[in-house]
């Protein structure tokens, strides 16, 4: 079955800095690969995702790429802010929907 | 925007007993999902349901656990005899595509 790794665990920076998380899946025949934003308690929410027919989207200040030679996926945010601080998660799902996600990187916004 | 719901938020329940999860999935989207999430860990899938039926689920998934769709909005998770490792947040979630929209999760504790 699929396997999703994520890097690194925990990430710090400084307000205005970029943040980079990166994933590797195992699976090839996986063409789906969102990004969950989860808030201390909360639920996880949907911030960016990507086909894999695309190899890279944007929304505002957040980024994702793809590259589905190597297997492997990054979120890339630009200008942090303290209100970025969050746990992300990346997932990778393949024609039956059910999403395997990776372990989960703690942000860390430092105003 | 409509949301995933899912009641109770906080279960407590003695071990060996029967618990039932409830969610009201987004009135239109077709696929539903439980995962779990235990505490500081990943979330973890359990199971789809679509057109009434199964369609996949994780080695985690076993005879203990079963769902339903009683009527055309509920979704149910059971978990017929409770253990102490099944403490954990459980989330429900819909969608029409891809794209997974998740609920508040309710928070399972086994004493």
């Known amino acids: 079955g699929e396997n999703v790794e994520q890097h690194p665990s925990t990430l710090s920076v400084q307000e205005g800095d970029s943040a980079v998380i990166k994933c590797t899946y195992s699976?090839?025949?996986?063409?789906?690969f969102p990004w969950y934003k989860q808030e201390l308690g909360k639920r996880p929410q949907l911030i960016i995702d990507?086909?894999?027919?695309?190899g890279e989207k944007k929304d505002q200040r957040i980024a994702v790429t793809l590259n589905k030679t190597a297997k492997h996926f990054s979120l890339h945010i630009t200008e942090t802010q303290p209100e970025d601080s969050a746990v992300y998660f990346c997932?990778?799902?393949?024609?039956?929907?059910?999403?395997?996600f990776g372990k989960g990187t703690k942000l860390s916004v430092k105003p | 925007e409509p949301e995933v719901t899912q009641t109770p938020s906080h279960q407590v329940t003695q071990m060996g007993q029967e618990v039932i999860l409830r969610c009201v999935p987004i009135?239109?989207?077709?696929?539903f999902y439980w995962y779990r999430q235990i505490l500081g860990q990943k979330v973890e899938f359990l199971v789809s349901f679509y057109n009434n039926e199964i369609s996949e689920k994780s080695e985690i998934f076993d005879d203990q656990f079963s769902v339903e769709r009683p009527d055309g909005s509920n979704f149910t998770l059971k978990i017929r005899s409770t253990k102490l490792e099944d403490s954990a947040m459980y989330f429900c979630?819909?969608?029409?595509?891809?794209?997974?929209?998740f609920g508040d999760g309710t928070r399972l504790s086994i004493l």
């Open positions: 009135s239109n989207h077709l696929y």
């Open positions: 990507i086909r894999s027919n695309v």
């Open positions: 979630a819909s969608s029409e595509d891809r794209t997974q929209h």
């Open positions: 997932a990778a799902s393949g024609s039956q929907g059910n999403l395997i």
């Open positions: 699976d090839s025949a996986s063409n789906y």
